[in-house]
């Protein structure tokens, strides 16, 4: 079967959302099938780039080429998930939580933007008419499965994958530190594990391991502590 993994990506930027699509377009080799990987850089740091980006994946259509040589295209993260395709299927890293969950906090579109919301109200169309077509919508973890239930009301399944390199893993006696792997970004709240810590009564060893915005705020707070 000839397979399109479509999805997003920040240029320079490496993280779970990667890994997970390298894992995935991997197993479907090793499995014998044929990959195409479909993808866009994208950028949210103001309205007008998140609409730039779903402009270019609603109007890429690949039913006019007989599904453009792909049998089934499975989306990753929005928006690449709303790319036209007559045979689709999604494995949902997450909604685009600015306009979801995240709606008006610091981390999510404001309330009180006229744009914002319009792009709200456009997103939760989309979302909706995608899904809608698509043969099966699967999550990564029934949070996600939650929140797709809760803004949209659409049933999903929960498919949880491996973590990269799964086969090097192995069991052995726990280390005494806290591990932290992710992206060093204020949404991922590694500046809460620090807070903790400073309120520790006893020493406790965490390690925290990424690149991202937040090193050097996350640095100066480390010494304080």
């Not at 744009?115 to 919508?137: H, K, W």
Request: glycine letters at 8%; aromatic letters at 8%.
């Amino acid at each position: 079967m000839r397979v399109g993994v479509a999805s997003v990506y920040s240029p320079g930027v490496r993280g779970g959302a990667e890994f997970l699509a390298d894992g995935l377009c991997n197993a479907l080799q090793r499995a014998g099938h044929c990959v195409h990987r479909i993808i866009h850089p994208f950028s949210y740091a103001s309205i007008a780039d998140a609409v730039r980006s779903m402009d270019v994946w609603e109007s890429q259509d690949l039913a006019p080429y007989q599904g453009g040589g792909i049998d089934l295209m499975i989306g990753l993260k929005w928006p690449a998930y709303l790319i036209g395709h007559p045979v689709a299927t999604a494995w949902l890293l997450h909604q685009h939580r600015p306009a979801y969950d995240l709606f008006g906090t610091p981390f999510g579109f404001s309330a009180h933007d006229p744009a914002a919301l319009a792009l709200r109200a456009r997103i939760e169309a989309a979302d909706a008419n995608a899904f809608a077509r698509m043969r099966a919508v699967f999550t990564i973890s029934q949070r996600v499965s939650d929140r797709l239930a809760a803004s949209l009301g659409k049933t999903s399944t929960p498919l949880y994958h491996p973590p990269d390199s799964a086969d090097q893993f192995w069991n052995a006696p726990s280390a005494p530190f806290i591990l932290v792997p992710s992206r060093l970004e204020s949404l991922k709240r590694q500046d809460l594990l620090l807070d903790g810590l400073a309120q520790c009564r006893q020493a406790v060893n965490a390690v925290i391991v990424g690149e991202g915005g937040m090193r050097s705020e996350l640095m100066k707070k480390k010494e304080k502590l």
